[in-house]
């Protein structure tokens, strides 16, 4: 529904940021990760571009993997899936619509 609010506002479909792929914060592992399907889901239904970014892996067979700084300034649409610490140190931008499914953005704790 944002991605679809997004472009009847804007005229153009929205890039949109799955932030954290892991299945708990600050580790390696995806196996039996609901963010890593969120993630799959939302490339799969999505009609604008999808940037994945998972800090703690270098490459992924399914998706392309952008940076932080990269997704999030890209990124008309950031959802939050993974409360990794890395992602802490981001700048938050208020024009932008962002989706905390993991609580980074209320609390900065562990």
């Known amino acids: 529904e944002t991605s679809l609010e997004f472009e ?3 005229g153009r479909m ?3 940021a799955c932030m954290g792929l892991a299945f708990k914060p600050d580790i ?3 196996r039996e990760s609901p963010a890593k399907y969120i993630a799959s889901r939302v490339v799969a239904e999505a009609r604008g571009e999808v ?3 998972e800090p703690h892996i270098s490459s992924h067979s399914a998706f392309t993997l952008s940076s932080p700084g990269e997704a999030y300034k890209r990124a008309d649409i950031v959802a939050w899936l993974v409360k990794h610490k890395v992602f802490r140190d981001t700048e938050f931008d208020d024009d932008k619509i962002e989706l905390d499914f993991c609580g980074l953005k209320s609390k900065f704790i562990s």
């Open 8 to 10: 009847l506002e804007t």
């Open 28 to 30: 390696d592992d995806l």
């Open 14 to 16: 929205p890039i949109i």
């Open 51 to 53: 940037l994945i970014c």
